[in-house]
């Protein structure tokens, strides 16, 4: 069999999971969910589970691209984690996250995966309990590993 220069050994295991979201999709006749594509309205949703959170994007103290996802998803890690948030919003969060996990296009998940989740995997933090599915298993694979 001829070796396939596009395919990167590193990139497998997203690769995998790209083409199980694929098939989930097709399974259930999904043609095409793209939850918050838009950055802003990402930054919107969030502020509502997270109060502050906008203020703190568009703020100093904000040391990411609020232009993409990633950046919103890797800002919203660090606030969450400089700042004491509400017991009660953890489960408000935790099915935000476990939306775009599970029903968004690839990059939106990639995004919500690599940039929050991988940030804040730890056995014992409070987002953890409130995690299902594509997002829990994320988390799982990265618990312990920072």
């Known amino acids: ?9 590193h990139l497998l295991p997203a690769v995998l999971r790209s083409r ?12 095409s969910r793209t939850l918050f594509m838009d950055p802003n309205a990402l930054v919107a949703d969030l502020e509502r589970v997270l109060p502050g959170f906008a203020d703190y ?36 969060l935790a099915a935000v996250i476990n939306r775009v ?3 968004s296009d690839a990059g939106a998940s990639n995004a919500a995966c690599t940039c929050f989740l991988e940030n804040l995997a730890d056995p014992h933090h409070p987002l953890r309990p409130f995690l299902e599915g594509e997002a ?9 590993a920072g």
């Open 136 to 144: 829990l298993s994320y988390w799982k694979d990265y618990e312990g």
């Open 57 to 92: 994007v568009a703020s100093a103290d904000n040391l990411f691209d609020s232009d993409n996802l990633s950046g919103v998803f890797a800002a919203c890690s660090h606030f969450v984690t400089e700042r004491v948030i509400a017991a009660d919003s953890w489960p408000s």
């Open 20 to 31: 199980r979201r694929l098939a989930f999709a097709a399974e259930r006749q999904i043609v």
């Open 101 to 103: 996990v599970s029903e």
């Open 1 to 9: 069999m001829p070796r396939r220069s596009w395919l990167r050994p």
